[in-house]
Structures are given as C-alpha cells and as structure tokens.
C-alpha cells in the first residue's frame, strides 16, 4: 500500500501549480516579444514551488489531514473503545487508506451481523412456533381430561382413574418439557456448573446400556458393546452430564430405529480424546435434515416423533452439555441404512 502524508501531497500538488504557472509566464514572455536568459524562469519555477509546497503543506496539515485525524479517532474509539488510540505519525501512516480500509471492514462486519441478525430472527420464530405447539398438545389433553371428569365423569368409576391417569401422564410430559427448557437455559447462559473429574467411560455405558435393557426388549432391539469390557476407560468430564448425553442417543436409536435393529458402542482413540460411536441399523436421516438435527424442537418426522413421546429437546441438550465440556458431536446418516453419532471426551491424565 503506497504510503500518503500531508507533505506528499503539498509537494505533488505545488509541483503541478509551479510548472502551470512557469508555462504561463514562458507563454505571456513570448507574446509580449521579450527574451529572458533560461535561469530566470528556473527561479520562477522554483520560488513558486517553494512557496506553494510550504502553504499547502500547512493548509494540509492543519485543516485537511487534522480533521481526517479526528474522524479516524473517532471511528477507532467506536470499534475497539476499550483500546487506546495511537498517536498518528503522517511519516508512517497513510491515515486516508486505513480510513477507507476501516469503513470496509466495517461494512463487511455490519453486513455479516445483519445477516446472521435475521437468521436468528427466522430461528426466534420457529422456536417460539415450536414451543407453543409442543405445549399446546399437552394442556389441551389435560383440559379435555379434567373438563369430562367436571362434566359427570368423576362418577364414572370406569372413566374417573384413566382419565386421571392421562391427564397425569400429560402433567409430567410438561414438567420434563419445562426442565429441558430450564436445562438448556442454563447450558447456554453457563450457569449449570460442569463438575470436571476422573470417571471410567466404559462402566458408565454399561450402566446405561443395563437400565435401558426393558426398553429395547420391548422394540425387540439390541444394544451392543464392542468394547473390551474388562478394560476400563478414564476420561475426564462431569459424569452425571456425560450419562445424560449417552441415555439420550441411546433411546433415539431404540425410539426411532426399526424392530428388530441393533445399537452398537464403540470407542476411538482420538489423540487426547476418547471418540464416541454410537451407530444403529435404523431407517436413517436425509441428508437435509441433519444440519438443524440438535436444533430445540426440530423433528425430523414430526407425527412419528410425538407418537413415540419426548420433548423434542434431547438431542439440543446433548450437544450444550458436550460444547460445555469443550468437545465436539456429529452425526453421518444414510437412508436405509441407519445413523451414526460421534461424540468426543477428554482422557484423564
């Protein structure tokens, strides 16, 4: 970038004016018929050079370059106010090219920060049509319970205990709703403390895999560990958090894989890290769908996935608790195939 200052400028500009000015008085010197020795217009080409180089330049510095010194500060303090502003040096500085560098930066910013403005915006409004749609099946389940049992079913023997019975059932769907909601606030915000300690990875699974035993019998699946089960595994991580991220992939495989299908665990070194692998043989995900998979309330099949329960919000709270512990989650899927969830976790020294 060619470097300009306030006595750059002066000089290229006088230099202009003092060779008009000598080609004026050679041309009004030839026209009046007079003759003048070659050094006497040297003389006028440099007084006028002088002159003006010395007058432009205090014209420059002091009105022009001064007050392009004050618009650059100004813009300095409202992009970075908690830095100080350098003093400007017009031998080191070309003040109108980082001007005009800074508002192009600044542009390409503003026009990034719009951008991603409105795509929050289009986010805002899905979540909130989401959320309002998750909640409204579940109270107006429990109002149609409780307004037939207002209406005489209370008498009713065969009636009274079943519909309690849903609008209970309805009653926790929104209490585990509204604890998601209240776990992923706090994810987000970082004020759900994240108790970092030494665990072995591979008892925990088992534990997971063993309590989750009903449910899979119940979808005729099966959930495979191909692991040395003998060979313990430490990592480091909250535990309690970490087993919420494995119950959860674990009951989407079983939930949404097909009957009969199987959930294999298995573990990948990955340098200072533990890769998770939990793949299934289940009907898979399309391709467009598995960008906004751990978005709040996104469904991939909306009628299947409230058919089979949950608050839509498992997969969202999977990837807050591992981005908590400052590791990574991704998911490959094929359809008619099945899917596959990767997770990492840190190794204990």
């Known amino acids: 970038m060619n470097r300009v200052n306030p006595t750059q400028v002066a000089i290229l500009t006088s230099f202009v ?27 006028v080409f440099f007084m006028v050079f002088l002159v003006s180089a010395v007058t432009f330049r205090v014209l420059y510095g002091k009105y022009i370059f001064s007050n392009l010194f004050q618009i650059y500060k100004h813009i300095l303090i409202l992009k970075h106010p908690n830095e100080p502003v350098r003093a400007y040096e017009e031998k080191e500085r070309d003040i109108t090219s980082e001007i005009n560098r800074i508002l192009e930066d600044w542009s390409n910013e503003s026009r990034e920060e719009i951008d991603q403005l409105k795509q929050v915006e289009i986010y805002r409004r899905e979540f909130l049509s989401n959320v309002s749609h998750e909640l409204k099946t579940p109270i107006f389940s429990v109002q149609g319970y409780v307004h037939t049992l207002i209406d005489g079913g209370i008498d009713d023997q065969e009636v009274n205990m079943l519909y309690l ?63 040395d089960m003998e060979k313990p595994q430490y990592v480091y991580g909250d535990r309690d958090l970490i087993r919420q991220v494995v119950v959860n992939l674990l009951v989407n495989s079983i939930k949404y894989g097909k009957e009969g299908g199987k959930t294999e665990i298995r573990y990948a070194d990955g340098g200072d890290k533990v890769i998770v692998d939990i793949e299934d043989n289940g009907i898979g995900i399309a391709k467009h769908h598995l960008p906004r998979l751990f978005e709040r309330f996104y469904r991939v099949d909306k009628s299947r996935s409230r058919e089979q329960g949950g608050t839509g919000l498992g997969l969202a709270i999977v990837k807050h608790i591992i981005e908590a512990h400052h590791q990574y989650i991704s998911v490959n899927s094929e359809l008619g195939k099945g899917t596959t969830f990767s997770f990492s976790v840190k190794k204990s020294k």
């Open 165 to 227: 019975n849903k609008a209970s059932k309805s009653i926790d769907r929104l209490i585990s709703m509204v604890d998601d909601l209240e776990s992923i606030s706090k994810l987000e915000a970082g004020e759900l403390m994240v108790e970092m300690r030494t665990f072995d990875l591979t008892d925990l699974i088992r534990d997971v895999v063993e309590s989750l035993e009903l449910q899979a019998k119940e979808k005729k699946s099966a959930v495979v560990m191909n692991v």
């Open 17 to 43: 004016m003092a060779v008009i000015i000598s080609c004026l008085e050679c041309l009004l010197i030839y026209i009046s018929g007079t003759t003048l020795p070659f050094y006497y217009h040297l003389i």
